[in-house]
């Protein structure tokens, strides 16, 4: 069941949605190429198709319907004699998925709206860093004074990893990765090239640089990533890792003339986060926790041999969003008797619980924005956008490693701010630059 603060976020978006829609048309985004409504109205055609989707899910249908659209549901109700039955084996939970899923699209459009000039793009970058930093902060401060900072006993203070204000580790693990990545991205758009200089107009930059909010923002990146450090989070670490690899590589092609200054600042970051794991945890104990995991590598595999069983029955329209954990028990072997509430794999429990048409549409609506976002790194010619569109790749890259081994997308926090990321690829893309008007200034 959701809780109080998600149907809070829920309210709020469509609220805000609503004020959006009595100030301009949905369409009618401020600040915005031409030639970027075309591919807009897809996402949103891609939008609604999933929501009509959740919807045909929700619904009664006729039980012959049924029977052919869902076989599996239909041998489970058929003793029932019900004549007209939803698709969903967890009707109030896939509505619920249902209301989150169309509140996340009300705050794309949102944000797309609100996020319209440089002003307002930094200014929201600077908020999720700093936002991030003080999660990190309060979780450090939980983990190492217990429950006497720990006011509101929302965390297990037993539990020695970082958490932060969530209740899992590997989740607050995606949320600073997602955080850290957007802060890279801010930090090489704070940061200007510059040619050959003499030792004297070295020094002077240097000390300008000491003084200025780079090296503040330069820290808080660093805290993010020993906060991801403490959280013991494999994947997540192993995926921010990688992604960092990825973005360096992305922006060392397509940075010009200042590839020695990204290599230097990349290196830099992969530098940074392997003598913080090192200090904070220790390479050998990072060698012994990754051979250590092997019993439990072969639980997900042997979790994996179940869900293919689950999926054959349920490959077309799924079980109903929500309902893996009401639906995979019976067909979980006897090797253990857990409570298994999530497959740990993102696609394979959108394709178990949507089915593929509608496991599709939802990969399909990350990989356009994702391709959005390559676009604008690839063909703009503004550093600041340029640089937007890194920091939101980048994070784009990491949760499609990190997805493969847990559910970011299932905390509300962490995917809306995936979609706020999603907005920013297509603002990178499709936003003007200053004193530009059409398309074809970029």
């Given amino acids: 069941m959701l809780g ?142 217990g429950a006497a900072f720990e006011p509101i006993a929302l965390l297990n203070t037993n539990n020695r990893v970082l958490s932060g204000p969530f209740v899992g580790r590997n989740n607050f693990a995606g949320f600073l990765a997602l955080s850290a990545s ?32 780079k090296v503040t923002l330069r820290l808080m990146i660093v805290i993010l990533v020993a906060g991801l450090v403490l959280t013991r989070s494999r994947m997540g670490n192993t995926a921010f890792l990688s992604a960092t690899c990825v973005a360096g590589f992305l922006w060392f092609l397509r940075s010009g003339g200042s590839r020695r200054l990204a290599l230097i600042l990349f290196v830099s970051f992969i530098l940074v986060d392997v003598y913080i794991i090192g200090s904070v945890v220790g390479l050998d104990r990072v060698v012994e926790r990754i051979q250590a995991t092997e019993t439990q590598s072969e639980l997900r595999v042997d979790i994996n041999a179940d869900a293919l069983e689950y999926g054959a ?5 799924g079980s109903g969003a929500d309902s893996f954990d009401q639906v995979f028990p019976v067909y979980k072997s006897v090797y253990g008797s857990g409570l298994i509430n999530q497959a740990h794999n993102e696609y394979l429990q959108f394709i178990l619980e949507l089915g593929v048409v509608l496991g599709v549409l939802t990969l399909a609506i990350g990989a356009f924005s994702a391709w959005q976002g390559g676009q604008a790194l690839w063909r703009r010619k503004s550093r600041f956008y340029r640089s937007v569109a890194l920091g939101s790749v980048m994070a784009f890259v990491y949760l499609a490693i990190h997805s493969t081994a847990d559910f970011n997308l299932r905390i509300p926090a962490n995917a809306a701010l995936f979609v706020a990321i999603m907005a920013l690829m297509w603002r990178a893309r499709y936003t003007p630059s200053k004193g530009s008007r059409t398309g074809s200034s970029l």
């Fill in 182 to 213: 957007l802060g890279i991205g801010l930090l090489l758009a704070e940061m200007r090239p510059s040619g050959e200089r003499t030792w004297r107009e070295w020094l002077r930059d240097t000390l300008r640089l000491l003084l200025s909010r």
């Fill in 4 to 145: 109080w603060s998600v149907y809070l976020f829920c309210g709020a978006s469509f609220s805000l949605l609503l004020w959006v829609l009595l100030q301009r048309p949905l369409m009618d985004l401020p600040h915005w190429q031409a030639e970027g409504s075309q591919p807009l109205r897809y996402l949103a055609y891609l939008w609604l198709a999933l929501l009509g989707g959740l919807a045909l899910q929700l619904i009664p249908l006729p039980a012959n319907w049924v029977q052919t659209l869902s076989p599996a549901r239909w041998a489970i109700v058929a003793p029932y004699g019900a004549d007209w039955l939803p698709l969903s084996a967890t009707p109030v939970e896939t509505f619920q998925y249902w209301m989150l899923s169309a509140a996340y699209g009300a705050f794309f459009w949102v944000a797309l709206h609100a996020l319209s000039d440089r002003r307002r793009l930094r200014l929201f970058l600077w908020a999720v860093v700093i936002n991030a930093v003080i999660s990190t902060v309060y979780g450090v401060l939980v983990l190492l004074g």
């Fill in 313 to 317: 029955d349920y490959w077309a329209w």
